[in-house]
């Protein structure tokens, strides 16, 4: 039977072991910049070793891959880059995870140097990096050919893993120069001119099947939840329900003298129960009864703050604000203005879900001075951190064994379970698998925050958008201004944007696109508002009265094309438009929808959405990512909700907090992309969801008449605007 | 000792009768495949067939399954060749991959009794099981491919 020590542990040592052939390491260089070396050197210059890159002698190509897997295909699509850059044949190409090192593993530069796959990231930070050393690969592998048969290095080129001079039609493999290979002081300098111009790209731009598939449809993928080790005990830990409470007391007799449970350990902010399996664990959670010490909790009741504090904050003059983004002189165009227009907009809380429940594994030495970690994580260098921070440990000191992600989202780039799991294992004295069940990873979960939004536009002689304002107000920071910034696609030429946040003590995070869903639902939807009480097409007012940029024209006029928007749908249909930005990248979205009135439920039956998303590097996975967004976004904006009532969250498991199924999913989603200008990849994992609300808001008013304005579309918010 | 048949081959554990299914699979035969999401029969990550027929693991006590055949995602075929798993590769369906066990053992129940069945009967069938990155269109085209190239 299974392992389940596969990857992390195996693999990772016959690779050492058996990497004869010619291995490329990694140092940093003073400067911070990559420098690409020998392992032999990278040891003399006194820095961490890790092949990155192994050739072996029968033409087996080994990359590490940074791209933390969730999902979204960047296992595969980061080392891709690096193969197609040094000619790699990429059937022969095998992937492991690579190390929780930054400072080797890492994108970006200084205290910003990150592993994080988080923003969408993964592929545009990364292929600078990749395809730079793989121009320097292929460069010594050209060089040792050029010694070896003494011509020109000028006479050579590469097919798939040959090195060929083609006048004397002589040829070595990959494998056979690596066997060879003279490996120099410093690798090569390449530029510009040394990277292959797209035509030339065999990979890039040519969807290859995903490598993590095969391992996700016969159930050998090793997820946290799946690793085992000799001797591991179980765990899971239960939280105060009330947000900040501490534990004070509990029946610790009482559930250590349950049948399979070993001990309880309390923790800073819960309780952790650790048992022989985790169905004696379960069992005593439901007996396990905590005395919380909630004086610092705040008995915080999210809908009665929603409906009526932040509308307070925002007519406030005195209230705290940080500007957000600043141009020309809003103040003086709505002073001048031939008409004002102004809004407002509300959005709900809203969890992951993801589908694998936060888990993770400890284990320490004898000694109790070192710790392994398995953990399924967007960010293996911040479990490493956190971990050794909680514990007191050097960085040194942690060891972080990556593992597929069963759903991220933005929830699993923190470590904060795996910290849990560290602090628990150092009390057990035993290898640790933590779970937390469903009903925690809600109630102990990390939310979208909430918020309030007023927009305000000041319209000139012409009718064309001369001044902008938009406030949100909100639970939290910066998690609540992202989107705000219409820039990048509407030049509008006075604009004050800010934010004013408030704590409700509430835990927030990342969740997919961040604050884009919210915003740019109430961006899109007043613009459209604002269309039709102009009397002006609602395209015709964004490219207009709005001044839409060129790149933003483009996908509008491609999803135009796609969707025939301006045809006349069914009478029971409409169609509702919206763009947004996101990483980088530009999207418009076109829903066709329907609606049972009595029931309140909108119906979407098809969504076509058109994306400038740079230099697309992986076609399906590309498509997959952003057809993946597009559920998202109409999950939450047509089910979820967080509440939260006396400071404790209300919702427990998937019946309260509902996702889309099947039977809502649309009938056809249609992705495509425009030609662009970008000459490298922009972000793709979060274009998808944050266009789509106000896409359907605009079709329910083109259907209905009737405005929404509250995120997400409940049935019961539906019937309340359809009857208003 | 609970006794059953577990992908063909006899499986007996000394195991608290109480015990889930799931459970029983995941932590004392270690066989992982088989996924656990909700505990509470809500999303179907833990599908496995029971006597043939589509079951939510985690909702079933291992003490109800005695003498019963069971088939979880590591017994479906030997080599990832059902013809679900094949379109399932050819469609690039799996995302996050979490929920895909309890998708592919819920699809193998539907063509296992209707192996022509129409779009509709496809949703009736798999609209129990949650798949969190939205594979649901791709779902679709590879439960009809499957029907097709059987």
């Not at chain 1, 595969?76 to 197609?84: I, Y």
């Not at chain 1, 022989?276 to 010490?293: C, E, G, H, P």
């Not at chain 1, 259907?703 to 509250?710: A, E, I």
Request: with cysteine; net charge negative; charged share 20%.
């Amino acid at each position: 039977m299974a392992t389940n020590m596969k990857l992390s542990e195996l693999t990772r040592r016959d690779f050492i072991k058996g990497s004869a052939g010619l291995s490329f390491a990694v140092a940093v260089s003073g400067t911070g910049g990559l420098l690409l070396s020998s392992p032999a050197n990278a040891q003399r210059a006194g820095s961490n070793i890790s092949a990155w890159l192994s050739i072996a002698s029968d033409d087996t190509i080994t990359i590490l891959t940074p791209g933390a897997e969730m999902g979204q295909g960047s296992m595969t699509s980061v080392p891709l880059m690096w193969a197609e850059e040094m000619d790699a044949d990429w059937s022969r190409v095998k992937l492991d995870w690579a190390p929780a090192d930054k400072s080797i593993y890492g994108y970006g530069s200084g205290r910003r140097r990150s592993m994080a796959i988080v923003g969408s990231r993964a592929v545009r930070s990364y292929f600078n990096i990749m395809r730079t050393a793989g121009a320097q690969v292929r460069k010594v592998l050209l060089d040792t050919a050029a010694s070896e048969w003494g011509v020109p290095v000028s006479e050579l080129k590469t097919e798939p893993s040959v090195v060929i001079h083609p006048s004397t039609n002589r040829k070595m493999t990959y494998g056979e120069l690596a066997s060879i290979a003279q490996v120099p002081e410093s690798m090569p300098e390449v530029s510009e001119a040394d990277f292959k111009k797209p035509v030339q790209y065999r990979l890039i731009g040519k969807s290859q099947p995903r490598y993590d598939i095969p391992a996700k449809v016969d159930g050998t993928a090793q997820f946290a939840m799946d690793v085992k080790l000799p001797g591991m005990v179980y765990a899971s830990t239960v939280h105060s329900p009330v947000q900040g409470g501490l534990p004070l007391d509990w029946n610790k007799t009482e559930v250590e003298g349950m049948k399979g449970i070993k001990q309880t350990i309390k923790l800073p902010d819960g309780i952790a129960i650790v048992g022989d399996s985790f169905y004696n664990v379960m069992s005593a959670r439901k007996k396990l009864n905590v005395d919380w010490d909630n004086a610092q909790a705040r008995r915080f009741n999210s809908e009665e703050t929603l409906d009526n504090d932040y509308a307070m904050v925002h007519a406030d003059p005195s209230a705290a604000s940080t500007t957000v983004f600043e141009k020309g002189d809003a103040d003086a165009a709505f002073a001048n203005a031939n008409k004002v227009y102004r809004e407002e907009f509300k959005s709900d809380y809203a969890y992951h879900a993801q589908m694998e429940p936060l888990n993770a594994i400890a284990r320490f030495n004898e000694a109790g001075d070192h710790v392994e970690i398995w953990d399924g994580t967007q960010s293996p260098d911040r479990t490493r951190s956190n971990v050794a921070e909680t514990l007191g440990f050097s960085e040194d000191q942690v060891a972080v064994n990556q593992c597929y992600m069963g759903g991220g989202f933005g929830r699993r780039s923190l470590g904060d379970y795996a910290a849990e799991v560290a602090l628990i294992a150092r009390e057990a004295k035993k290898p640790v698998k933590l779970i937390w069940t469903r009903e925690e990873d809600i109630a102990h979960g990390m939310f979208r925050p909430q918020n309030f939004q007023c927009l305000e536009a000041a319209l000139d002689d012409n009718g064309n958008v001369a001044g902008w304002r938009h406030c949100v107000v909100g639970d939290g920071g910066s998690l609540l201004s992202g989107g705000m910034s219409i820039d990048l696609y509407y030049k509008v030429p006075n604009q004050f944007i800010d934010r004013r946040g408030a704590s409700h003590n509430v835990r927030l995070k990342h969740w997919r696109a961040v604050a884009h869903p919210f915003n740019i639902f109430a961006i899109e939807e007043f613009i459209d508002r604002m269309a039709v009480a102009e009397g002006i097409d609602p395209i015709a007012f964004r490219m207009n009265n709005m001044n839409i940029t060129p790149r933003g024209r483009r996908v509008f006029e491609k999803v135009i094309d796609m969707s025939g928007w301006g045809r006349a749908p069914a009478s029971d249909r409409a169609l509702g438009i919206s763009i947004t930005e996101r990483s980088g990248s530009l999207g418009a979205a076109v829903v066709e929808i329907s609606l049972n009135e009595s029931l309140g439920k909108i119906n979407v039956h098809k969504v076509w959405m058109a994306v400038d998303g740079g230099l697309i590097v992986q076609p399906d996975a590309a498509r997959a990512n952003i057809e993946s967004g597009i559920i998202y976004g109409l999950s939450s904006i047509l089910h979820e909700r967080v509440t939260v009532k006396e400071g404790a969250v209300e919702q427990s498991n998937y019946h309260d907090y509902q996702v889309m199924r099947m039977s809502d999913a649309p009938e056809e989603i249609h992705v495509e992309f425009v030609d662009s200008d970008e000459k490298e990849p922009t972000g793709l994992g979060e274009i998808g969801n944050p266009p789509i609300a106000s896409a359907i808001a605009n079709a329910f008013f083109n259907l209905t008449g009737k405005r929404l304005s509250h995120m997400p579309f409940t049935q019961d918010r539906v019937k309340n605007v359809l009857s208003a | 000792m609970v006794q059953f048949t577990l992908n063909g081959n006899p499986v007996s554990l000394d195991v608290d009768e109480e015990t889930p299914l799931l459970w029983a699979i995941r932590d004392h035969v270690d066989l992982n495949g088989t996924k656990y999401g909700c505990g509470a029969g809500l999303c179907g990550a833990c599908t496995v067939h029971i006597n043939g027929r589509a079951m939510r693991s985690c909702s079933i006590k291992v003490g109800d399954v005695v003498n019963t055949s069971i088939t979880t995602i590591e017994g479906l075929s030997p080599d990832a060749s059902h013809p679900l798993q094949k379109a399932w590769v050819a469609e690039q369906v799996p995302q996050c991959g979490y929920c895909q066990s309890g998708q592919i053992m819920k699809a193998a129940e539907l063509l296992a009794e209707n192996p022509n069945p129409s779009r509709d009967e496809i949703i009736r069938h798999m609209d129990g099981n949650i798949c969190r990155c939205g594979t649901y269109n791709r779902i679709l085209a590879a439960i009809e491919r499957a029907a097709m190239e059987g």
